[in-house]
């Protein structure tokens, strides 16, 4: 279940939701399922981590960029679900696109700081099945770009 202490002991502060910057949604509802659109590493400022993790980015960078989608993941949940994150029961998967040189194999170890989170926040409804995909390059040259699958009521 979602505990909005959690996200206060975390630190975190959701920003509004990011608007699409192409052809498609945030976010969509089919049936008791919502799918998160990729969410990229935007900061409250606006700032993003842009760069290639194993080049000029770092095993910490990535990992502080993964945890900014997650948030950005919660902002258009919170969103989605009319401001309110207890209507969320579980999240069932999260996929993570590192841009990474074809050298580095830490991959899961970016990832690991959001589902990390997502655990923290729903407790056991937050441990989810996941994949970490390295590619070689991602929209706007960011470092990381997460979706993500929610069960809701």
Excluded at 62 to 85: E, H, P
């Amino acid at each position: 279940m979602y505990n909005d202490k959690k996200l206060k002991e975390l630190n975190i502060i959701l920003p509004k939701a990011p608007d699409p910057v192409g052809a498609y949604v945030a976010y969509k509802k089919v049936g008791k399922l919502l799918f998160i659109s990729g969410q990229l590493p935007i900061d409250l400022d606006g700032r993003m981590i842009k760069g290639k993790i194993g080049k000029n980015l770092t095993l910490e960078d990535g990992q502080k960029a993964s945890k900014l989608c997650v948030v950005n993941i919660l902002a258009q949940a919170k969103k989605a679900m009319d401001g309110d994150l207890k209507k969320i029961k579980n999240c069932i998967k999260i996929t993570g696109f590192v841009n990474s040189s074809d050298d580095f194999v830490d991959q899961p170890k970016v990832i690991n700081p959001a589902s990390e989170t997502l655990s923290t926040i729903f407790e056991d409804n937050g441990k989810h099945a996941r994949a970490a995909i390295s590619t070689n390059s991602l929209p706007l040259g960011v470092a990381v770009e997460i979706d993500a699958i929610f069960e809701i009521e």
